[in-house]
């Protein structure tokens, strides 16, 4: 067979396209692996049924030209064999049957057949089939790479639109939910427990009116890049930023049981961070700033709020408001705590540090609080 | 020139399998006349069946026209028949002649 073997040897790099003939007659594999080569097709044989099943485990091809008479496995048995292995059951089947076994070609459906080719095969009759099914499997393989594309893309614009908000780590997750389920922040709106960190800048008046506004917003920036660091170091998400104020939600989207250990140590982390921020500022423009921080746990409310043009991922409630209050009462490096808050973190908390404010009534509540107030400072940040 | 009815045209492209596809053929033959002897009717239909399919996707009308009637005699149980295809086969074998185009 070195005749054959030699001219069907022809370099064919380039063939991506790659068909697996199997017919137990010699001549016959040699006929089509021929036709098949000259359309600048790769062509690989086997001349029995268990070996066509074992080729095409180890590589699949693109399409399998199948004899259905072969002494051992049959073409109808291989053909079923690969139509109900999940792995191979996209690979095309060409049977090939005589022309007036119209029986065989019934059992070939049932097995799972993709197309028929009769013997004796007309060449012309050979190409148009492969080439119908070549068309076939290269568009479906293109909008299978199209699809794989697009998913790539919009995983990535949602990574891109949530990872100026929250930690690269939540962005991630985020990514990998929208993939499983769809949008994590879509049409949910969901009472759940939070903790509501609010963080904003002492004397931050004076520095807008000392200043010009082009060093005012490069100040910001200096001021919300640490305060953002410190967020995501613990996977808070920012759900607003606003003047110098900065509101960080921990517990949302995704589940932290430790939410509030994760809140007490960004606010370390923020008071920590703005340190030498604070001290270059006292030096260069001799302004007195520090981060007040308020902090505060219990029921809100998360979800997409706003209109069809305009929505911004929103956490209201009672535990957001008292945030917000407490942190306007705090003085610069001094972190206020609701009451249970400060009892789920009181463990980790230095007592020297902790002054209790008693029970406090907060502006535009009727109830009073039980409030905390810890000094922080970089040297507590364990 | 009277035409010559064992002379075959083949696609040129073929050319270089023709020498081993007679090879098995004469091959094919032998195979035909021990299962004969041997009475084996299931191996007969199954060689006839192959040359049925093999011959004329070559070119070689005559061979899967003999191949049908190895297969039609063999499920017959027709051993006289049989007999005097693979004759005619063995004789065919010896005289054709290939023509590339």
């Known amino acids: ?382 | 020139m009277t035409a010559n009815i064992h002379t075959v045209i083949i696609a040129k492209d073929l050319a270089d399998l023709i020498p081993v596809f007679f090879r098995n053929r004469q091959k094919e033959v032998e195979t035909l006349r021990t299962a004969l002897a041997a009475g084996d009717f299931e191996q007969l239909r199954q060689l006839g069946h192959r040359m049925k399919g093999v011959g004329n996707s070559y070119g070689f009308a005559r061979v899967s026209e003999i191949g049908k009637r190895v297969e039609d005699g063999a499920k017959a149980g027709d051993k006289t028949a049989i007999d005097a295809c693979i004759r005619e086969y063995a004789d065919y074998l010896s005289k054709v002649q290939v023509v590339y185009e």
């Not at chain 1, 359309?39 to 268990?50: F, I, Y």
């Not at chain 1, 604070?278 to 902090?295: D, F, K, P, Q």
């Open chain 1, 1 to 382: 067979m070195n005749d054959r073997a030699a001219a069907d040897s022809a370099p064919d790099a380039q063939a991506a396209y790659r068909v697996l003939v199997v017919d137990d007659d010699p001549d016959m594999v040699a006929f089509l692996a021929r036709l098949l080569k000259r359309e600048g097709m790769s062509v690989e044989t086997a001349v029995n049924g268990e070996s066509a099943l074992m080729q095409v485990m180890t590589a699949p091809p693109d399409l399998v030209l199948l004899d259905v008479m072969m002494p051992g496995t049959s073409g109808f048995d291989v053909c079923r064999q690969l139509k109900g292995d999940e792995a191979t059951a996209l690979i095309p089947i060409v049977l090939v049957t005589a022309l007036e076994d119209s029986e065989s070609r019934v059992r070939g459906i049932e097995a799972g057949a993709d197309d028929f080719l009769s013997k004796p095969v007309r060449r012309e009759e050979l190409i148009a089939r492969v080439k119908t099914l070549r068309r076939l499997h290269d568009t479906r393989k293109e909008l299978e790479s199209r699809r794989l594309a697009a998913e790539v893309q919009r995983k990535e614009a949602i990574r891109k639109a949530f990872s100026r908000y929250i930690s690269p780590r939540l962005a991630d997750r985020i990514t990998e939910a929208a993939g499983e389920h769809g949008d994590p922040f879509q049409g949910r709106a969901q009472r759940t427990s939070v903790v509501a960190l609010f963080a904003d800048l002492r004397g931050f008046t004076r520095l807008t009116e000392k200043n010009e506004v082009g060093a005012v917003v490069a100040m910001l920036n200096e001021y919300f890049a640490v305060l953002t660091e410190a967020a995501y170091q613990h996977d808070g998400t920012i759900f607003n930023m606003a003047g110098d104020s900065l509101l960080v939600g921990f517990n949302v989207p995704f589940a932290q049981p430790d939410a509030a250990e994760r809140a007490w140590h960004t606010a370390l982390e923020m008071v920590a961070r703005f340190g030498p921020v604070a001290a270059s500022w006292r030096e260069r423009h001799g302004l007195e700033v520090g981060v007040g921080i308020g902090m505060c746990a219990g029921e809100a409310i998360i979800g997409n709020v706003g209109s069809t043009h305009y929505a911004s991922y929103t956490i209201i409630g009672n535990p957001v408001n008292t945030a917000a209050r407490l942190m306007q009462m705090a003085a610069a490096g001094e972190v206020l705590v609701c009451g249970p808050l400060y009892e789920r973190i009181r463990h980790l908390v230095p007592a020297a540090r902790v002054a209790t404010r008693g029970d406090v009534t907060l502006r535009g509540k009727s109830e009073s609080i039980p409030v905390f107030a810890v000094r922080a400072g970089a040297h507590e940040h364990a």
